[in-house]
């Protein structure tokens, strides 16, 4: 699925333990590569809250992690995780902020 670069900082929360585990490095309408600041399981669940540019509420969505790769920066890694549970209207609204910045960018 097409991904798009995640233009500003959009933080990650933990819904499991409210704590913000990372930042959002580019998204598609299927996963997301996420720049954590905390430990993360591979092959894990997580629950996590994020909000878009454009989108009035904060998306919760269900993700599987799997794989992380420790970053050049101490403390944190890169990891890339696939949606699980994802609203319909949630998946509509990434497929569409992924194409409107698509075309921005050319």
């Known amino acids: 699925a097409p991904r798009l670069q995640v233009p500003a900082l959009v933080l990650a929360t933990d819904t499991m ?6 930042r959002l490095g580019n998204v598609s309408e299927t996963g997301m590569l996420l720049i954590a600041s905390e430990p993360l399981n591979e092959d894990a669940l997580y629950q996590l809250r994020f909000q878009l540019a454009g989108r009035s509420q904060a998306m919760n969505i269900g993700v ?23 609203a319909d209207d949630q998946r509509s609204f990434i497929r ?6 698509e075309e921005s960018t050319g």
């Open 64 to 86: 599987h992690l799997l794989w992380s790769v420790a970053a050049t920066t101490p403390g944190q890694s890169w990891c890339g995780f696939r949606f699980l549970t994802i």
């Open 17 to 22: 333990t409210a704590g913000v585990i990372g």
């Open 96 to 101: 569409d902020w992924v194409r409107a910045g």
